[in-house]
């Protein structure tokens, strides 16, 4: 009859979230022997939030506690990233990385980072102030670290070359279709959309910035709010850009997730300094001028907010003057690269390159989520499950975190 709309597709697993995690589990089903696969991404095209807006960093496995995820998935992935770039001539560079100590008070956390990293099977080779000026003459630092294993890439790139090869492997992907919620019923899952509705057997949110706010759509209590941090970058030009070879970090600050302000020479020979890390005014809240008024509030009112708030109020103001001002974002570098003035500091020229926004998992007690977040919602074969904290180094950790997640889908421990 005209107008009566058809059965609602069905597929064996649908994936939601056209990142490279949402890629990344794709390629892991259909690896796994799965023929009936689909991934729905609200966005127009793929790799538009978190994936294509970062630092293009392949993380070497440093920093993460022994035994995590973050550690075990960053270590495996930064091999297999540097292999999937390579087998599909996409662009990448193993460039290593330095992390600088500035002052002595910064020296027993780097000894910290040591005995992780070499826990963690990372190559990781101490440096004294010469050893540090060898490697990077422009840095100024009081020791540091090298760590061979670390590159750069483009993770926009990658992501889209796992669609490319799913697509030719059998698997649906729609883009510019929202998915409301993911409800788990007694013998299948009815993924709704704007578009209409889809039906599985099983279905992986890997939403992001939206991760949390699906899950309570669907009915299920993730246990945490995300809360959208954004990190703006600028473009280091003139002397002290020529002088940079490759990655240069600072110690990071245990108190946070965050890596602090760094310079990467990308693969497109660019040097970019940043993130600082502040309050997004919206989910997806790239600027300060984009505010979504509900979802301010949602964040503001939130118990794991506001306790985290009381605890960093000192710290936030920090980032916020880095962003407000070049002026404090140029202090910042200079304490790695001394003079730095805000006048080397430029807006990079792809506007997606001028900020990201991490999607953070915080706790009801305020604490920060420090590692990856997968929970799932299952009734027999029927399974919801939920990525609720997959931020940095989820891209290059996203080939395991994919075989991980069909594992647990399937009940069995990952390979």
Known sequence: ????????????????????????????????GHTSVALVERESSLAGHQTGRNSNVIHSGLYYAPGSLKARFAVAGCAETKTFCAEHDLPYVECGKVVAATSDDELPRMAELVRRGRANGVEVHE??????????????AVAGLFVPSTGICDYEAITTKLAELAVARGAVIHTGRAVRSAVRRRRDVVVHTDRGDLLAGQVVVCAGL???EIARASGFDPGVRIVPFRGEYSDLRGPKA??????????????FPFLGVH????????????PNAVLALAREGYDWRTLKVRELVGTLTDPGFLSLAAQQWRYGIGEMQRSLSKAAMAKAVSTMLPGTTAADLHPPHDVMRRAGVRAQAVRPDGSLVDDFLFVEDRSDDVSVLHVLNAPSPAATAALPIGREIVARLEGKDAA
């Not at 990308?266 to 040097?271: C, L």
Request: aromatic share 2%; net charge negative.
């Open 127 to 140: 440096l004294d102030a010469a050893g540090v000026r060898d490697r990077e003459p422009a840095v100024s």
């Open 210 to 212: 939206r991760s949390d």
């Open 1 to 32: 009859m005209s107008g009566v709309p058809g059965p609602s597709p069905r597929h064996d697993v649908v994936v939601v979230g056209g990142g490279i995690v949402g890629l990344a589990v794709l390629t892991a089903l259909l690896d796994a």
């Open 242 to 255: 020529d002088a940079i070879r490759g990655l240069v970090y600072p110690v990071p600050d245990p108190a």
């Open 263 to 274: 310079a990467t020479r990308g693969v497109d020979g660019s040097v970019h300094v940043g």
